[in-house]
């Protein structure tokens, strides 16, 4: 699959996040979906 870093973006946004230092890890399901682990820090 090929992310752009505007489309990654978007998606972080749908979930809330609105700066990548929040991201502990993000993977691509095999469906497609972004699913994203916030760092503890990030307050979530």
Same mark, same amino acid.
């Given at each position: 699959?090929?992310?752009?870093?505007?489309?990654?973006?978007?998606? *972080?946004?749908? !979930?809330? +996040?609105?700066? +990548?230092? &929040? $991201?502990?890890?993000?993977? +691509? &399901? +095999?469906?497609?979906?972004?699913? $994203? *682990? !916030?760092?503890?820090?990030?307050?979530?």
């Amino acid at each position: 699959m090929r992310y752009t870093a505007d489309y990654l973006n978007q998606q *972080l946004r749908e !979930k809330d +996040i609105f700066n +990548i230092e &929040e $991201v502990h890890f993000a993977i +691509i &399901e +095999i469906n497609g979906e972004l699913t $994203v *682990l !916030k760092n503890r820090s990030s307050g979530r």
